[in-house]
């Protein structure tokens, strides 16, 4: 099974800009799909950005044009860089993946990060 850690949330001001990261551990054999999604208190997990193995990309409309999901293919991590942060991205972020084990379909998903972002 693979593993998710999730890095670099943190307190930032409106404007700024975060890295985020996420780090899998564990054995696969394919990636088909990687995503960040993020929560606030009371409302459904949502979508933020996605990435397939083929390089298409997928980002809500809410943070197109200011945040990018990325991929070290070398080392696997996957990166969202968030810049123009507002208040309304304070939420707890999620990396997931959708990969292939042992012929098997599976999803992982990190435990989280928080961003807060203030006005």
């Known amino acids: 099974q693979v593993q998710l850690v999730e890095s670099g949330g943190g307190v930032v001001q409106a404007g700024e800009s975060l890295r985020l990261s996420c780090v899998p551990s564990?054995?696969?054999?394919?990636?088909?799909?990687i995503s960040w999604h993020r929560q606030t208190p009371g409302k459904q997990r949502e979508l933020v950005a996605s990435?397939?193995?083929?390089?298409?990309?997928t980002y809500a409309d809410s943070v197109k044009g200011r945040f990018i999901i990325s991929r070290d293919t070398a080392k696997n991590i996957v990166y969202l860089q968030m810049t123009s942060l507002k208040p309304e991205d304070t939420a707890i972020y999620y990396c997931?993946?959708?990969?292939?084990?042992?012929?098997?379909?599976?999803?992982?998903w990190g435990q989280g990060t928080q961003v807060t972002v203030s006005s």
């Open positions: 564990g054995s696969y054999s394919v990636i088909n799909v």
């Open positions: 997931y993946f959708d990969y292939i084990r042992l012929g098997k379909p599976l999803v992982a």
């Open positions: 990435a397939t193995t083929s390089g298409s990309t």
